[in-house]
C-alpha cells in the first residue's frame, strides 16, 4: 500500500469540482480526489489550524464517537476505483477488535486528518488512478542581468 497527505484542497483544472490533491509520501505520484463543498471546507479548515469550529462538523462528531466508545481510527484505505468512482474504508479498532467499514474517501480523509491517520493507496488504485507529479525545472529567483 502506499500513504499519502493531503497536497492542497482546490478546484478542478476546469474550475467545475472541487477537489483534494493527495501526494504520495515517498515518491512522486498524486491523486486527485473530487470532493463535496463540505468536505472541502472540513479539510481546509483543519489544514489551516482551524480545530474549533464552533459547532462540531460531522467528521469531528464521528471522531470523538469513536473515542467516546473506546476506539481509534487506525487508518483510511482508499481501496477501489469502479466506474470513475473511489471507494474507501475506515480501518477502526476498539474494546471488540478490529473493525473494516465502507467510506466515501473525502469523509476518510476528513476523519483521518482529525484523527492523525495514515491515508492509504492500493496499488491496484494507485495504477489506476495516481499520477506522476510534474516536475518542470523552477525558473532562477533573479534572471541572469544582461550583459
Known amino acids: ?4 497527505r493531503v497536497k492542497l484542497v482546490g478546484l478542478d483544472p476546469r474550475g467545475e469540482q472541487r477537489v483534494v490533491v493527495l501526494e504520495e509520501v515517498d515518491g512522486d505520484r498524486y491523486l486527485s480526489l473530487p470532493v ?3 468536505e472541502a471546507e472540513a479539510i481546509a479548515a483543519w489544514l489551516e ?3 474549533d469550529p464552533g459547532r462540531p462538523l460531522a467528521h469531528d462528531l464521528l471522531h470523538s464517537v469513536i473515542q467516546k466508545f473506546g476506539g481509534r481510527l487506525r487508518r483510511v484505505v482508499i481501496t477501489e476505483l469502479r466506474h470513475d468512482a473511489l471507494y474507501a474504508e475506515l480501518e477502526l479498532e476498539g474494546p471488540g477488535g478490529p473493525e473494516s467499514l ?3 474517501p473525502s469523509d476518510g480523509v476528513a476523519l483521518a486528518i482529525r484523527a492523525g491517520a495514515p491515508v492509504l493507496v492500493t496499488q491496484q488504485v494507485a495504477g489506476q488512478a495516481m499520477r506522476r507529479i510534474s516536475r518542470h525545472p523552477r525558473p532562477p529567483d533573479h534572471p541572469p542581468a544582461a550583459g
Request: with cysteine; aromatic share 0%.
Open 102 to 104: 465502507p467510506c466515501r
Open 36 to 38: 463535496g463543498p463540505a
Open 1 to 4: 500500500m502506499i500513504e499519502v
Open 49 to 51: 489550524g482551524e480545530r
